[in-house]
């Protein structure tokens, strides 16, 4: 019989992989463990979704807990965290001597609850955060931020490596969430910038695949900034030896004065002046850019 648990000392290239959860996510992951040869079990609330993956070499699961004792690693990825508790908990106890994989979205409070109640029934546990959509599963050009237990990720950092690039990110089960989170909002940020660029630009005829070329050049500039200014960050010193916030409130009045005067909408230019206007109002103006940390820490009071 399977118990989907490996047996002493066995390291098999192929790893026993459920997959809860057959949504647009959970579905890739599936593919990218059959893909990779690992005999992959399935369930979804909805059976209908498993019908493809069956199709292509999945295992149907006709219950959770049919799923779960499967597998020696169990992939969770349903909607939300409660959700995923609302699959597990009744099976709880199936889970000892497994590693459960959460790889649905929460925050890095409910990842510490979810790995205090794996821990509870026995089970090791590892959270993710997926940076990518469904399309770009099983590229190694996308990373699997991972955090929770060693063991887990020591033993299961090659199987993971079949949907991203695992990133190792600590014991504290918390930090996947943390960085998801801190690293969507990086992306939205660029992205609303970008936009309105594209519509600064676009203002002037200028097609959006054009101004782009020269966008994506520019934010590998904007990454050096980041890297020239991290060590500042972490000193606590923000020399303006490059460009200081006087500047580059000068510079924030142009990009409000040209959204102005196209009819764009000016919230994001006047959100950015404003914070870097009150940061030189509290004495900033010869600092760097990371200065306006400063701000973000103290709840936006400079
Ligand atoms: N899509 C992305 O690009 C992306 C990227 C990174 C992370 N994620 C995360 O991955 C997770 C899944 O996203 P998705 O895009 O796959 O969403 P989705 O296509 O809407 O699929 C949601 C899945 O959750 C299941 N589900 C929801 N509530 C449930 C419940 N109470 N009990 C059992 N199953 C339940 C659904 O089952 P039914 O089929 O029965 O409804 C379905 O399998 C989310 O946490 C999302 O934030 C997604």
């Known amino acids: 019989m399977n118990t989907g648990k490996p047996r002493k000392g066995e390291k098999s290239m192929n790893t026993t992989v459920t997959v809860l959860g057959l949504g647009q996510m959970g579905s890739a992951l599936a593919r990218a463990f059959l893909a990779a040869g690992h005999t992959t079990t399935v369930w979804n609330r909805s059976a209908a979704k498993a019908g493809a993956l069956v199709a292509e070499g999945a295992v149907r699961a006709e219950s959770v807990r049919e799923a779960v004792t499967a597998s020696e690693v169990v992939v969770v990825c349903v909607t939300t965290y409660d959700d995923a508790h609302a699959v597990l908990g009744p099976v709880a106890d199936a889970l000892a001597g497994r590693t459960l994989v959460n790889l649905t979205s929460g925050s890095p409070e409910q990842a510490r609850e979810r790995a205090a109640w794996a821990a509870a029934h026995g089970a090791d546990y590892l959270d993710g955060a997926i940076m990518t959509t469904p399309p770009g599963i099983g590229s190694s050009a996308f990373m699997l931020l991972c955090s929770g237990s060693p063991t887990a990720f020591a033993a299961h950092r090659d199987t993971l490596a079949a949907l991203a690039a695992p990133v190792d990110l600590g014991a504290d089960p918390a930090l996947a969430s943390l960085y998801d989170t801190a690293l969507l909002g990086l992306m939205w940020a660029s992205l609303s910038g970008w936009l309105h660029g594209a519509a600064l630009t676009g203002s002037e005829e200028v097609p959006a695949t ?51 005067a196209r009819g764009l909408d000016t919230g994001l230019p006047k959100l950015l002046r404003d914070v870097t206007a009150r940061a030189v109002a509290a004495g900033h103006g010869r600092d760097g850019y990371a200065a306006l940390i400063e701000l973000v820490r103290a709840g936006g009071r400079a």
């Open 210 to 260: 054009r101004f782009t070329e020269v966008a994506t050049r520019w934010m590998n500039a904007v990454g050096g900034f980041m890297t020239t200014y991290a060590p500042q960050i972490d000193a606590g010193r923000y020399p303006g030896d490059d460009a200081t916030l006087d500047i580059h409130l000068a510079t924030m009045d142009h990009l409000v004065h040209a959204s102005e």
